[in-house]
Every structure is written in structure tokens, then in C-alpha cells.
């Protein structure tokens, strides 16, 4: 009786381990299909998007990354003066462009609207499909916005993303720069473009697995160039409003100061440079594509 009951003990234990096992594997898989099913987001999911999903705006096929929202710390002490002082901001969850708005998806908005071509379109340092589109004035990334039925990102998202959840210096895979991981002023490593842009999504995103924050082409913002702390609701945001904008994360034309994750840029909303493009973002509170 002693033996069998040892036995009986010794099945019992591996009959366990094998159902444990089988449930451990079930939930395994199970969390890798909600993985993989997230990173896709319709409006027809029925289902609020979570961090990582991403949705395929119908109008110019840009790519969104939805960005749960949070606080941060914005702004720093330790850079200039229009960076100062560094303070508390909160952002709503919104989706964010996961590339620069490239040369293709300028040309289809082109031709669907008979804006004028932007600087640089003819020539093949700077028009080809995958690069990002440059020398884009902001009245014109209106017209874009307007077409695509999306928007551009408030200075506080732009920020928001570019630090990456860590608070990163640079907006960058690790939060530091090199060109292994952006295009920047100079050439070494991955980076070869020496005075032009390159394609979008040649090196490594950031955490929320955003590309080319970090140089490349500046990057208009909707905010108005006003001092901080930063309100969304003191008429930096108005749309209509006559001032310089603000853009962010540096090109292919400046040093490594200008890409960092705090830096701040400012052009008149008349003025086209061959250094700056544009990013999408939405927001996400109500149903997108309605
Ligand atoms: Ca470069
Ligand atoms: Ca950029």
C-alpha cells in the first residue's frame, strides 16, 4: 500500500506538471496573439487602441502609433533660455506619426488638391519616393493636414514622445545620439548624407517605436513659439493666428544641440527651408476617421 500510494503520489505530481504546462503554454500564446492583434487598430475593432497599436490613416497612408498619454517633465534647465523652466506637463493619449511625412504621400496630396510643389521637388537629391518631403511652409502642412483629415502634434506631444517614456536627452533608440542611430550635420556609421536628408525609417525608433525624431528634417508643431511653462489653452494652439511656429529634432543640416530631445526651433509660417518636413499625429478621444 505504501508503494502505491508513493506511485499513485508520483502520477498525480507529473499528471500536474503536464496540465500546468499546457495551461502555462495557452496563456503564453494567448498574450502573443493580443501582442500581434494590437499592433493593428481599426475604428471597427470597437475597442479603445492601447500603447504599441498602430492605425493606417486612409486619406495619405500615413502610419499612426497610438501613445498612451501621461506627464512629463518638459522643458530643462540646463539648455537655453527658451527651454526654461522645466516643468510638469500632462498629454491625453493620441496617435503619432510613426515616420516623417514622406515625398510619396506629399505627391498624392498634390495631386488631389493642386497645392504648389514645395522647394526642392524637381531635384533628385531631395525628391525621391521614401525621403521625407522638405522646404514645406506651415501654411502649406495646413493644406495637408486638412487633406489627410489628421493634424499636426502640439509641441507637448512632439516632446511627450521624443522623450520616450525616460525622460531620454535625445530622441533617439537610447537617448543618446550618434549616426549609427540619426542623420545629423556630418557623415559616420549608418549615416551617410552629408547634406541631404535620407529615407525615413533607416535607423533604430525610439521606445514608443517612432523613427527619425532625432534629425533628418525639423519638424513643424501646431503650438505658436511662446514662452513656457506650456498651456495648451493660452492661445499658443490657435490655429489662425499670425507668429512663428515652432519645430523640433534638429536635420540633416545642424549638430547634434539642435536634435536634442528639449530644443526648441522657429520659422515664420511663410518660410520654406530644405531641412524642414512635417510629422502627423490625431487625437484620439473621438472616433477616428468620422
Ligand atoms: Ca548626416
Ligand atoms: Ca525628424
Known sequence: MKKRGKNLFLLMLIWG??????????????????SRDAKQWTPESGRAPVAGDEYTNPSDGSVLVWIPGGEFMMGSNDGDNDEKPRHKVRVE?????????????YGEFLRATGFPEPGYWDDPDYNKPDLPVTAVKFYEALGYIEWA?????????????????????????NGSIDHDNSNFWGVG????????????????????????????????TSSLYYRYPY???????DAQARYQRTMRGGSWQFGTRYCKTTARHHFA??????????????????????
Request: glycine residues 12%; proline residues 7%.
Open 17 to 34: 506538471m503536464v496540465i500546468g504546462s499546457c495551461v502555462y503554454c495557452v496563456s503564453g500564446c494567448s498574450k502573443d496573439n493580443r
Open 93 to 105: 493619449g493620441f496617435w503619432f506619426g510613426k515616420y516623417e511625412v514622406t515625398n510619396r504621400q
Open 149 to 173: 483629415n489628421l493634424r499636426l502634434p502640439t509641441e507637448a506631444e512632439w516632446e511627450y514622445v521624443a522623450s520616450g517614456g525616460h525622460q531620454y536627452e535625445y530622441p533617439t533608440n
Open 189 to 220: 556609421g549608418k549615416d551617410t548624407w552629408l547634406e541631404t536628408p535620407g529615407p525615413v525609417g533607416t535607423f533604430p525608433p525610439n521606445p514608443y517605436g517612432i523613427y527619425d525624431m532625432a534629425g533628418n528634417v525639423w519638424e513643424w
Open 231 to 237: 498651456i495648451e489653452t493660452d492661445g499658443r494652439e
Open 269 to 290: 509660417m511663410h518660410l520654406r527651408y530644405d531641412y524642414v518636413g512635417l510629422r502627423m499625429a490625431k487625437s484620439g478621444a473621438a472616433p477616428i476617421g468620422r
